[in-house]
Each structure stands twice: as structure tokens, then as C-alpha cells.
């Protein structure tokens, strides 16, 4: 019948192409029907050093990475002895023949029979794609696509390299590690949390992006810029980070939709930035891929430590809103949402990611991009408009008419002071009474707004797991194994953690008989909140702080402890 679930793991140095290797794999399985969720570890290096590009693939939905594996891709001999303990009981390892090393269950390969040495990682691709039972034109089509015109002098021995990888394997016997054959699927994409924020971005009608390169934020602007070509958007490479918020700002100020990308200690430069949106009342959208801290950290590795910094960020009282993306899904959503929401309510919005999510690659139905609301900056000047102009009149939603600079007849006034109506500068404690309070009253649209935890499992649990953002996939698989032990279990995650609604969760863990928090960090933030909006404790926590994300493996250990 062959594997329903297996798991891969490639390792070795920076430099020696596991992640082209790791990449074309995913596509392979992807286009031949599996499931695929991908988790990168990396160094902060460009050659050298110890990285691993894991894919867990499924015949059927799986949402987390998992941390045994069935085959080991080991392209330096370094790898075999870090990793030969995570090896399960069947597993295989692919090792080059030359390697020092007599760990059992390996499958020693001939790479110089096989391919020229700067081919080696081809022909390691095309030995593991055998050992996975996948067709070998899949492969070559894969290396077809990413190689022919690019590259074509170089395409040839690629596939040479593969042609030989499965002729060699065919001669080998003992080895079971096939997959089971996927069912038949729709057409999907093969894409990370970071590139589905972009297309997410672009959707909702982005046509400005500013930022300072910061791993792993960097390539959330790299995907807008490779599309700004063609779809009419502009995408800045800023001297920092606060010149890059100030430049969205400004941008959106005069009417392009704006986003910046950074990571934590890129967006603790922008903080002040923050505060100028919200008194200028400009929508900009923040996106925040979150890394381990303090400082520079663990700069390649994940984290979700920068919840309550993002929600307190910026001096003074202000709306917003902060969503959570938990799947690549989610990453397209949830940006196209908050770019919405943004312009609608004429303010800073955050969207909170993490550098497992950015990384991860899944197989994704292609979204339909004709459902996604496009802003228009435009709309409130074809109404009707009151003269004298005020940028900052009082209404009762809090959010006033907003004309563009120079595209009308009016003057449109924007001051970091408090302001009149007008916009003009005051220091009229009266005016600033109903101006501040005029600001606040957006929360009680952005209420409205929020979307409400997703809730999955047993309706009368016995245990509850709550999380957020990227946790939810590794909780929701925690959850359905506890209830194969028989526990009746379900997962309330929550993919915006701001602003909190109680009615929308608080009667599901008031009901569930055993309540666990689950968070990739020390202080459990997102536990802290909840504590803070309803008075409840929850009053156990599963948290994982080292740089590495949470499996569920890791949940269960927690449960079991």
C-alpha cells in the first residue's frame, strides 16, 4: 500500500544546496498530489555551519512539522551523527559511500558515478525521489521549470544526474519507504506564509512597500518587488527603518496603499512611526515576522515574543487592530483583511508572522483573488464633501471623509500636533478632548470587525488547547492524537489577538474541563491578555521558547508531564 505520512529531512552546510534541494522535492510532491508542510533551520551564515529543510508529507491534511524522521538526506557526514537518534525504527539514511560512517539502516550512494561534484545535490534529489516511489518525469519537469531558462546550459546535466539517481536506485532492494498513491487533486500552489502575505497584499490593492532588509521579513518585499513591474506597485529599499515607515506613511498620505515589513528589532525603530499613523489618522499596514529576542537574538530561528510589544508600540491611545495568521491560508487572508481594514478605519494595522510560517512551504488551492475587496483611497472624493474641508471632521463612527492632497479643489492639512478639525495645530485642551476621543471611537468599529477564534474538536471537551498564529496547526494534530487516546479533546485558536472579544471564546473554555495555554514563548502573551480582558486564568501553559516551533509532539509531552 505504501507510506501515508513520512517525514525528510535534508541536511548539511549552507552552501551545498539543500535548499534547492528541499524546494524542488516540495514541487515534486506537491504536483504529484501530497500534502507538504516545510520546516527550515538555518544559520546565520552563508556558508558553513548546520542547517536542515524538513518536509513532512501526507496522502492525506496534516498542518505541522514533525520530529521523527523516515529518510535522512545527508550531504555532509556531520549530518548522520546530529541527527541519527530522530531516526525511527524503519527509517533510512542516503549518505555518500565516501562518508566515515556505520549508522544502520543506511543507504550509501556512488554520487561521483552518479554526477560531476557541483551536480551531487541533483542526484541526491533524484535518489530520494526514488526511495519516495515519485515518477521520474515529475522530476524532470520540476528541474525543467526551475532550470530551462535560467540556466539551460546547466539543465541538461541536472537531469542527467537524476536519470542516473533512479537507474542506481533501481538496482537496490530492501528499501520500503514508497508512498501510498495520492488521491486526485484540484491544481495547487506551492507557497510560504511570506509569499502569501505578499499576494495577500497585492490582492487587497498594496502599491507601496518600504522596508530595511531583516531576516526572516526580508522576502515578504522581495515577492512585491519581483511583481512591481507588472502590476504597478513601488517598493523602496530604505537606509533604515524608521526612514521606511516614515516613507509608507508618507506614501499612503498621498494615496497608495502602504505596507512595511520588519521583524522585531526593525520595528523597534519604527515605534514612533506608529504614533504618527494614528494621529494623522493614515492607514498603513505593519507586518511584523517575528524572531527570538532580545537584540538580535536568534536571528534565523521563531519565536512569539512580540505580541505585547506590538500591542503596546507607539506612545499614547490608539485603535488597531493586530491579526495572526496560523496557515499559509491565513497568511493571504488575513493580509488582504488587514490592508481593508487599515484603509477603512484610517490607521495602523499589524499583521504578527513568525519565521516558521514565513519559511514553511504547503500545497495551497490557488485563492480566488476576484473575492478579495480592493481598497480605493479615491472613494471619499467622489461624495459629497463639505466646504470647508475637514480632514479630521467629528462623525459618529470616528472615521472622517478623507481627500487626497492635490486631487481635488480642497486643501487637505495633516499635523503630528493635535490638530483641529482642519488640521491645523492646537493646543486647545477642548479640542483636544474631542479630537483624541474622536480617534477612539474607531474601536468600536474595529469590534465589529474582529474575527473570532476558530474552534475545532469535541463540544463538551475534557481538554481544551488555546493558542495563536502559527501554533494553531501543531495544537489542532495535539488535540485529534489525544483524542485517539480517548480524551475528548479541541483547539480554540485564535488568528486575531486584538481586539479581544470574551463573548466570542469565553463560554468554550469556561466549558472544557481542563484548559492548557500553548505559545511559542516564556511568558505566555496571548494567557496574559485573556487574564487582562476577562479576569480568567488559565491556569496551565505548554510554552517553547528555543528557537524552534512547536510540534506536536512537543504539546504532547507538555500534557503528559
Not at 52 to 59: K, Q
Not at 68 to 77: G, R
Not at 168 to 175: I, K, L, N, R
Not at 316 to 323: H, K, L, M
Request: glycine share 10%.
Amino acid at each position: 500500500m505504501g507510506r501515508t505520512d513520512l517525514n525528510v529531512m535534508i541536511g548539511g552546510e549552507a552552501g551545498q544546496g539543500l535548499v534547492t534541494i528541499g524546494d524542488l522535492l516540495v514541487r515534486c510532491l506537491a504536483r504529484s498530489g501530497y500534502e507538504v508542510v516545510v520546516t527550515q533551520d538555518y544559520q546565520s551564515r552563508i556558508r558553513g555551519g548546520h542547517n536542515t529543510y524538513v518536509i513532512r508529507t501526507a496522502v492525506g491534511k496534516i498542518e505541522a512539522a514533525r520530529e521523527s524522521v523516515d529518510l535522512l538526506v545527508a550531504l555532509n557526514e556531520e549530518t548522520i551523527g546530529l541527527h541519527r537518534d530522530q531516526m525511527t525504527g524503519d527509517g533510512l539514511i542516503l549518505g555518500d559511500e565516501r562518508f566515515d560512517s556505520a549508522a544502520e539502516s543506511q543507504l550509501k550512494v556512488p554520487y561521483p558515478d552518479l554526477a560531476e561534484g557541483r551536480f551531487f545535490n541533483v542526484a541526491a534529489l533524484g535518489v530520494a525521489a526514488a526511495v519516495l516511489g515519485l515518477d521520474r518525469e515529475v522530476v524532470a519537469r520540476a528541474l525543467e521549470k526551475a532550470f530551462g531558462k535560467k540556466h539551460p546550459e546547466a539543465l541538461e546535466q541536472n537531469l542527467s544526474a537524476v536519470s542516473n539517481a533512479y537507474a542506481w536506485f533501481a538496482g537496490q532492494t530492501g528499501v520500503d519507504l514508497a508512498l501510498a498513491p495520492a488521491p486526485e487533486r484540484d491544481s495547487r500552489l506551492v507557497m510560504n506564509g511570506n509569499e502569501a502575505i505578499a499576494l495577500g497584499a497585492l490582492a487587497a490593492g498594496i502599491k507601496f512597500c518600504a522596508f530595511y532588509p531583516m531576516t526572516p521579513s526580508t522576502s515578504v518585499a522581495l515577492n512585491l518587488a519581483s511583481r512591481a513591474g507588472t502590476l504597478g506597485l513601488v517598493v523602496e529599499q530604505a537606509e533604515d527603518e524608521i526612514a521606511a515607515v516614515n516613507m509608507a506613511i508618507g506614501a499612503a498620505y498621498a494615496g497608495a496603499p502602504s505596507l512595511v515589513p520588519t521583524s522585531g528589532g526593525g520595528f523597534a525603530l519604527m515605534v514612533e512611526g506608529v504614533s504618527l499613523a494614528a494621529i494623522t489618522e493614515t492607514p498603513v499596514l505593519i507586518v511584523v515576522v517575528q524572531r527570538p529576542g532580545p537584540a538580535t537574538g536568534l536571528p534565523t530561528r521563531t519565536e512569539q515574543a512580540d505580541l505585547e510589544f506590538v500591542l503596546h508600540s507607539g506612545h499614547g491611545e490608539f485603535p488597531r487592530a493586530v491579526f495572526a495568521p496560523g496557515s499559509v491560508e491565513e497568511c493571504f487572508h488575513l493580509t488582504a483583511r488587514a490592508v481593508d481594514l487599515a484603509e477603512r478605519f484610517q490607521g495602523p494595522v499589524f499583521l504578527l508572522s513568525d519565521q516558521y510560517l514565513a519559511d514553511s512551504y504547503r500545497a495551497v488551492r490557488p485563492f480566488d483573488l476576484e473575492s478579495v475587496p480592493r481598497v480605493d483611497p479615491t472613494a471619499a472624493m467622489r461624495g459629497e464633501i463639505k466646504t470647508p474641508y475637514e480632514r479630521y471632521a467629528v462623525t459618529d463612527s470616528g472615521v472622517s471623509p478623507r481627500l487626497l492632497p492635490g486631487m481635488s479643489e480642497h486643501l487637505v492639512v495633516l499635523d503630528s500636533d493635535e490638530h483641529t478639525a482642519d488640521g491645523h495645530l492646537t493646543e486647545d485642551l477642548g479640542v483636544r478632548v474631542v479630537q483624541h476621543e474622536k480617534r477612539l471611537k474607531k474601536s468600536e468599529g474595529l469590534l465589529a470587525e474582529v474575527v473570532p477564534p476558530a474552534y475545532r474538536g469535541d463540544d463538551d471537551p475534557d481538554l481544551l488547547l488555546v493558542c495563536w498564529g502559527s501554533t494553531g496547526g501543531p495544537a489542532a494534530e495535539a488535540a485529534a492524537a489525544m483524542t485517539e487516546r480517548g480524551t475528548r479533546a479541541a483547539c480554540l485558536h485564535f488568528s486575531q489577538v486584538w481586539p479581544l472579544v470574551p463573548d466570542q471564546f469565553m463560554a468554550r473554555i469556561h466549558q472544557a474541563r481542563r484548559v492548557v495555554s500553548v505559545e511559542g514563548n516564556a511568558g505566555a502573551q496571548l494567557t496574559r491578555l485573556i487574564r487582562r480582558e476577562t479576569g480568567y486564568e488559565i491556569p496551565e501553559r505548554i510554552l517553547r521558547y528555543d528557537g524552534l516551533p512547536l510540534t506536536p509532539e512537543f504539546i504532547l509531552r507538555g500534557l503528559d508531564g
